[in-house]
């Protein structure tokens, strides 16, 4: 069924009011970019992202998550900022330095179905939403001339850069396509040397498995060994590829700060006021009660306590000794493992090690004990 046309100056500028930068029209399904994904898949590259191999059929078809799609909305929110860092400055990923972009981008897609619904559209002709949606997001937004799809794999738009959140409402209406944005990168391969784990295997494809991105926060249990190293003092995420990006300029929100940012971009208390250390003795009524609203939560608890054990190693944070030493007790495997990764690190040989070892029982542990002694003194 196709839905009564709306002027698409209209549809434009209901979707800058509800407060989205960047909306253009293009076709809802991914076209070329589905065999693009289908590849990815067969290769592994999306390591334990199970949830990408599911319904694949209304990712590539999106006719099968809502019938009658004709087009769709792209949108996208500049983030562009500061860097994320903790109070010791240790980095975050920028786009989870504030509230979680999942919850607050979704209630501007409902806030624009429900506006077009009252310009007549039926409600049930659309279907939207951000990130967690059967939809490939990149190909729909370059697709539509939100940007062009760079060799980062980032959709970058000639006129905001690379840090976008995208979204996207799509609709049973044959709205007029936008043209693709102009721009691309060229002879520039300043990501692909900069990317500290070489995760970006080729050109526009990038090896999850690699990606600190994955790694920190997609990844549960031990860290592979080959990967610690290269993490440095990131805790969650990593922005390398976009903060290289001579694109990353271009955006008009970069240079904006503090309370002057849009108060969902505005870093959370967690960010600025706590330490690897804290992280690292991050306890259960915490997390529960002071990351409520925040994209941190994905990486859980443990993974949380993990890369910020990683982060004191790279750091050889001599201060940080005492809670990893108290940590070679904890409850949580992962965090010993890590905490004994950690000190050897700092402090090859440490006494801790070796009396960690006569009480350890787990087997991944004992391993990373072993390793943490042979390392030195
Ligand atoms: C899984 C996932 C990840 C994985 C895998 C990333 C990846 N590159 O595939 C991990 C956890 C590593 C990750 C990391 C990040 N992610 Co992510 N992620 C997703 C998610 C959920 C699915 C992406 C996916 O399907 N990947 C599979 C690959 C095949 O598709 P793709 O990356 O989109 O690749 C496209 C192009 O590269 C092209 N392509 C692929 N291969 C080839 C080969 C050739 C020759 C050509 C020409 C083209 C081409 O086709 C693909 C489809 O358009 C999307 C949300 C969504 N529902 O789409 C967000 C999303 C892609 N992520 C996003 C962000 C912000 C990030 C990070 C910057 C977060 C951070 N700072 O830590 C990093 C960036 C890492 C990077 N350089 O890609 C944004 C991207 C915004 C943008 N401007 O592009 C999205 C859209 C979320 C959102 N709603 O804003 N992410
Ligand atoms: S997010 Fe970091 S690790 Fe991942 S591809 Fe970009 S630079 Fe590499
Ligand atoms: S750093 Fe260079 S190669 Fe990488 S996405 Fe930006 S312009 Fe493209």
Redesign the pocket.
Known sequence: MRSPPVPADTIRAIAHDVGFDLVRFGPAD?GE?GA??MR?LELGR?GE?RY?EDNLDRTLDPTRWRPGVRSAIALAVDYGGPPGQLADGARI???ATGRDYHRWLRERVFKLRQRLEAEGVPYGSMNGG????P?????L??RAGI?F?AK?????SPTHG?Y????ELLTGMDLPPDAPAPGSCGTCTACIDACPTDA?VA????D?RR????TT??HRGFAAAELRDKQGDWLF???V??EVCPFTRHSPRRLVEGAARPVELQPHAAVTSWTLIDFLQLDEARYTNEFVGTAMRRATRSGLRRNAAIALGNRRQESALPQLRDALSDEDPVVRGHAAWAIGKIAPGHPALDAALRTEQDVAVLRELRAALDAGP
């Not at 951000?130 to 949606?133: N, Y």
């Not at 939809?135 to 190909?139: D, H, K, Q, S």
């Not at 990606?211 to 994955?214: F, G, I, P, T, V």
């Open positions: 991914p970019h693009h994904l990815w999306h992202m990408l990923a920028r786009y951000t990130d967690a949606v939809v490939l997001e990149r190909a937004a370059a940007g799809v980062s794999a980032m959709v970058i690379p976008l959140q995208l979204a970006i050109p526009f494809e990038v999850a990606c600190l991105s994955y926060i997609e995420g990593c922005d590829c976009l």
